[in-house]
């Protein structure tokens, strides 16, 4: 009776809640300088942001080199032979967000003290001091103006109106919206022209093609 009354309790807990640490182990496929796929689970380091896999950066004596296919094969070397991930949470994308060993050495110390990622600091602290000697040493990204891999992506984010024609038509499942700069959505909203969004120079413009204003 006790173990009848112990599942039923299980089975009504939330699956977060059901959720316990998880471990993955084996060779990985290397996707970028944090991200990895172990057997058959994405796994993502925690507390370390790579260079974005096109990423370029800049020597002291301003040359630009490709820091992102370099934290990608770093990645690869240190974790070539095995790893071993561990962690209790997954990201948006349904990623692992975990601590990744392989012979003893904690791999996303590893990648930061080597220069090959940042320490993630809005998430986590961890590996603050790993970056601090390896910005001290100039090493790896640390060779000239190092660009934080966040900015690179909130960059790319950002689209650039063609001339003066800034407001963003947009397609969604509310139908065709209209978003004017300064609005609430606005900086979020990407125009998509393969879905048959555009940009506007005008309110009329837009009305007269068929859209409405966003929140109207």
């Known amino acids: 009776m006790l173990r009848i009354c112990s599942l039923l309790v ?19 496929r290397v996707v970028d300088g944090d991200t990895l796929v172990v057997a058959n689970t994405p796994v993502r380091l925690f ?12 020597t002291a004596q301003g040359v630009r080199w490709a820091c992102g296919r370099a934290a990608t094969a770093e990645l690869q070397r240190l974790a070539g032979q095995g790893v071993r991930c561990s962690g209790d949470e997954e990201d948006l994308y349904g990623r692992l967000i975990a601590v990744c060993r392989a012979g003893g ?15 993630y600091r809005k998430y986590s602290r961890d590996y603050v001091s790993q970056e601090e000697r390896a910005r001290r040493a100039g090493l790896g990204v640390w060779q000239g103006a190092a660009e934080r891999p966040a900015e690179v992506r909130a960059a790319a984010k ?25 609005t609430r959505a ?23 093609a068929g859209w409405r204003r966003a929140g109207g």
């Open 186 to 208: 606005y900086a979020a909203t990407r125009i998509n022209e393969a879905k048959g969004e555009r940009w506007f120079c005008s309110e009329a413009d837009a009305k007269s």
């Open 105 to 119: 050495r904690d791999l996303n110390a590893e990648m930061v003290a080597r220069g090959a990622a940042f320490a």
């Open 158 to 182: 950002v689209q650039t109106p063609p001339g003066n024609c800034a407001i963003k038509g947009n397609i969604s499942g509310r139908g065709r919206l209209y978003h004017l700069p300064g």
């Open 47 to 58: 507390g370390i942001d790579a260079p974005e896999a096109k990423q370029s950066c800049k």
């Open 10 to 28: 299980l089975l009504a807990m939330p699956a977060a809640s059901q959720l316990s640490a998880a471990t993955v182990s084996g060779l990985p």
